[in-house]
């Protein structure tokens, strides 16, 4: 099994990670099924829009100095209306292959967050996968709808416009044209290694500031608290100014292309006003300067598409990324069997490479039962939960669902039996019923009111305004702690799980409230078996089982006053201790 560092490392890939861009662009390119007949449309309207650019320009150009007949000047307009509606269509094509494929980005990389959870917000900075999701996919955007047609533009209306001018013109001239091109081409080539190697350095710091814009923002109350809203500010200004760093060679090399190709044009548009007459020199120098527009294409997408690729490589790893746990479990449950609902046997279970986090753990829940975890801080409970729910698997032993291991239980079919409600749950921005409905869509409006008296909910759903229509705000702003925390439980019922884990779900609820949440939780759900982590040992009461974790281990398991009795015992320190 690969260990959580190496994933780690496959979710965050170096700034100077030196994988070929040739390498990403094939990988994007594997990814456009479905869509290649369209972004084929985008790069024909192109090349038909700058061919159309190079006819008009000869045309004006043999007008002013031929002084055509009058019905030229209706081919000008008529063509140019023509040229208008190719480069609609590019746009249009464009575009919509780019946010085509933009959504669907999205979606693989969603997907591959939901293999990757509970690992993922827990291991990488949740700041920068809000980083990946939105802004790195958006950059995307360049080289799907401003890359290949120009790309395919540059290389088609130059290659035909020089046919052209051979045929027409004279070979000499063509050699000439061509000759001027290929500088057109290769300016944009100037220092491209350097501003590939920035842009991958750029879109790091781009992450690191988001990131830390959000803690910032998130931890606006701490900071202000500590008075240490000047210091998070010149850390930002000092990550800024690195960027920026970064970013300038990027912008001077830009300019200096800019300029060599400026000054190009300059001195042709000098030789042509120099020139009296139509000349093959004048006809041949005016295909050059209408082939500027195609040629110059290749500068303007060239930056944002290093920007873009890096972006690119940033999302694959992402992507890529292995499931942390796999599904491949085909396995359906009997529930004749009359087994512990949970079994741990012999597990051992560690992160990454770090030493043992659980050891040698055996344990059983039974059906129905109400079992409280206990330890001190660090002692490996929400581990265990977590082990319990499958976000993770143990290296050694295994746990089984009703005598099947978890593995071979589809996890579509786990998650709706095992149900974790952590101590900090996240509510949607969305109304309380809609919150309610996450897990069980089909949720009448009458099993809700059930579920908010069953947590003692209902009396404050009442008095909203909207009732259960009240729009509620992902951190429950509108909320307090314990009224979050209950709503999250009461969300959890309404899948009607088979297995309730409360990862201190109930610590910032006053002891009376709890008790009655038990209660009803006990009577309304007598079928569900509870496995209950908290500190407050003290508001267990005397017949309660509770089993005591220190170190990874299970050190004591039984009936709380029995093990308290034992004056030695963990429970009676942990008790004492309470
Ligand atoms: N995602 C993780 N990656 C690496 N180590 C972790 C991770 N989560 C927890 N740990 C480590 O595992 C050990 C046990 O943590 P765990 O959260 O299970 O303890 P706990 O008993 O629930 O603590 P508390 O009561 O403070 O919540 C700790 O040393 C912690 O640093």
Same mark, same amino acid.
């Given at each position: 099994?690969? #260990?959580?560092?190496?994933?780690?490392?496959?979710?965050?890939?170096?700034?100077? #990670?030196?994988?070929?861009?040739?390498?990403?662009?094939? =990988?994007?390119?594997?990814?456009?099924?479905?869509?290649?007949?369209?972004?084929?449309?985008?790069?024909?309207?192109?090349?038909?829009?700058?061919?159309?650019?190079?006819?008009?320009?000869?045309?004006?150009?043999?007008?002013?100095?031929?002084?055509?007949?009058?019905?030229?000047?209706?081919?000008?307009?008529?063509?140019?209306?023509?040229?208008?509606?190719?480069?609609?269509?590019?746009?249009?094509? *464009?575009?919509?292959?780019?946010?085509?494929?933009?959504?669907?980005?999205?979606?693989?990389?969603?997907?591959?967050?939901?293999?990757? +959870?509970?690992?993922?917000?827990?291991?990488?900075?949740? +700041?920068?996968?809000?980083?990946?999701?939105?802004?790195?996919?958006?950059?995307?955007?360049?080289?799907?709808?401003?890359?290949?047609?120009?790309?395919?533009?540059?290389?088609?209306?130059?290659?035909?416009?020089?046919?052209?001018?051979?045929?027409?013109?004279?070979?000499?001239? +063509?050699?000439?044209?061509?000759?001027?091109?290929?500088?057109?081409?290769?300016?944009?080539?100037?220092?491209?290694?350097?501003? =590939?190697?920035?842009?991958?350095?750029?879109?790091?710091?781009?992450?690191?500031?988001?990131?830390?814009? *959000?803690?910032?923002?998130?931890?606006?109350?701490?900071?202000?608290?500590?008075?240490?809203?000047?210091?998070?500010?010149?850390? =930002?200004? #000092?990550?800024?100014?690195?960027?920026?760093?970064?970013?300038?060679?990027?912008?001077?090399?830009?300019?200096?292309?800019?300029?060599?190709?400026?000054?190009?044009?300059?001195?042709?548009?000098?030789?042509?006003?120099?020139?009296?007459?139509?000349?093959?020199?004048?006809?041949?120098?005016?295909?050059?300067?209408?082939?500027?527009?195609?040629? /110059?294409?290749?500068?303007?997408?060239?930056?944002?598409? $290093?920007?873009?690729?890096?972006?690119?490589?940033?999302?694959?790893?992402?992507?890529?990324?292995?499931?942390?746990?796999?599904? &491949?479990?085909?396995?359906?449950? $009997?529930?004749?069997?009359?087994?512990?609902?949970? +079994?741990?046997?012999?597990?051992?279970?560690?992160?990454?490479?770090?030493?043992?986090?659980? /050891?040698?753990? !055996?344990?059983?829940?039974?059906?129905?039962?109400?079992?409280?975890?206990?330890?001190?801080?660090?002692?490996?409970?929400? &581990?265990?939960?977590?082990?319990?729910?499958? *976000?993770?698997?143990?290296?050694?032993?295994?746990?089984?669902?009703?005598?099947?291991?978890?593995?071979?239980?589809?996890?579509?079919?786990?998650?709706?039996?095992?149900?974790?409600?952590?101590?900090?749950?996240?509510?949607?921005?969305? !109304?309380?019923?809609?919150?309610?409905?996450?897990?069980?869509?089909?949720?009448?409006?009458?099993?809700?009111?059930?579920?908010?008296?069953?947590?003692?909910?209902?009396?404050?759903?009442?008095?909203?305004?909207?009732?259960?229509?009240?729009?509620?705000?992902?951190?429950?702003?509108?909320?307090?702690? *314990?009224?979050?925390?209950?709503?999250?439980?009461?969300?959890?019922?309404?899948?009607?799980?088979?297995?309730?884990?409360?990862?201190?779900?109930?610590?910032?609820?006053?002891?009376?409230?709890?008790?009655?949440?038990?209660?009803?939780?006990?009577?309304?759900?007598?079928?569900? &078996?509870?496995?209950?982590?908290?500190?407050?040992?003290?508001?267990?009461?005397?017949?309660?089982?509770?089993?005591?974790?220190?170190?990874?281990?299970?050190?004591?398991?039984?009936?709380?006053?029995?093990?308290?009795?034992?004056?030695?015992?963990?429970?009676?320190?942990?008790?004492?201790?309470?």
């Amino acid at each position: 099994m690969p #260990s959580l560092n190496s994933r780690r490392k496959r979710w965050w890939p170096s700034m100077e #990670s030196t994988e070929k861009k040739s390498g990403i662009i094939t =990988w994007l390119l594997s990814r456009t099924q479905g869509v290649r007949a369209m972004w084929m449309l985008a790069a024909l309207s192109r090349i038909l829009n700058q061919l159309l650019t190079v006819g008009i320009i000869v045309l004006i150009g043999h007008i002013l100095l031929e002084g055509g007949p009058f019905v030229a000047l209706w081919w000008v307009a008529t063509l140019s209306l023509v040229k208008a509606l190719f480069r609609y269509s590019e746009h249009y094509c *464009g575009h919509w292959v780019a946010f085509t494929m933009l959504t669907r980005l999205r979606t693989e990389y969603y997907n591959a967050l939901v293999d990757q +959870a509970p690992a993922v917000v827990k291991n990488v900075d949740t +700041a920068e996968i809000s980083e990946k999701a939105t802004r790195d996919i958006d950059r995307i955007e360049v080289f799907f709808a401003h890359t290949i047609p120009p790309a395919l533009s540059a290389v088609v209306v130059p290659l035909l416009s020089i046919l052209w001018a051979g045929f027409f013109l004279g070979w000499p001239y +063509a050699g000439i044209i061509l000759m001027a091109s290929a500088v057109m081409v290769a300016v944009p080539a100037f220092g491209r290694r350097l501003t =590939w190697k920035k842009a991958r350095i750029q879109a790091g710091h781009n992450a690191a500031i988001s990131t830390h814009v *959000g803690d910032s923002i998130q931890g606006l109350r701490e900071i202000r608290a500590f008075g240490a809203e000047g210091l998070r500010l010149n850390q =930002w200004k #000092s990550l800024e100014k690195r960027a920026a760093k970064v970013r300038r060679p990027i912008h001077v090399l830009a300019a200096f292309r800019a300029a060599i190709l400026i000054i190009a044009e300059l001195l042709t548009m000098g030789i042509l006003l120099s020139q009296g007459q139509l000349t093959s020199a004048v006809l041949a120098t005016l295909t050059w300067v209408a082939l500027w527009a195609p040629l /110059r294409g290749i500068d303007d997408f060239v930056d944002g598409l $290093d920007e873009a690729l890096a972006s690119a490589q940033r999302i694959r790893s992402g992507i890529e990324a292995a499931p942390v746990v796999s599904d &491949t479990g085909t396995r359906s449950l $009997d529930y004749t069997v009359s087994s512990p609902i949970i +079994a741990l046997e012999a597990v051992d279970f560690f992160y990454g490479n770090r030493a043992f986090e659980l /050891r040698e753990i !055996t344990l059983a829940f039974e059906r129905g039962s109400w079992n409280y975890i206990v330890g001190v801080s660090g002692s490996g409970k929400s &581990t265990l939960a977590a082990v319990i729910a499958r *976000g993770w698997d143990p290296q050694l032993g295994q746990v089984t669902f009703s005598s099947v291991p978890l593995p071979q239980i589809p996890l579509t079919e786990l998650r709706q039996r095992v149900s974790l409600v952590v101590q900090r749950p996240v509510l949607l921005e969305a !109304t309380l019923a809609e919150n309610l409905r996450l897990c069980q869509p089909q949720l009448s409006r009458t099993a809700m009111w059930e579920l908010l008296k069953c947590v003692g909910l209902d009396g404050w759903a009442h008095e909203l305004p909207d009732g259960l229509d009240e729009v509620i705000t992902t951190d429950g702003k509108n909320m307090s702690g *314990g009224q979050i925390q209950r709503l999250a439980i009461a969300r959890a019922l309404a899948g009607k799980p088979d297995v309730l884990i409360l990862d201190e779900a109930m610590s910032q609820l006053d002891e009376v409230t709890a008790c009655n949440a038990r209660e009803q939780i006990r009577d309304r759900f007598p079928h569900i &078996t509870v496995i209950e982590i908290s500190h407050q040992v003290d508001r267990i009461s005397g017949d309660e089982r509770i089993v005591v974790m220190d170190g990874g281990r299970v050190v004591e398991d039984g009936i709380k006053s029995e093990l308290q009795s034992d004056s030695h015992s963990y429970t009676s320190r942990l008790h004492q201790r309470a």
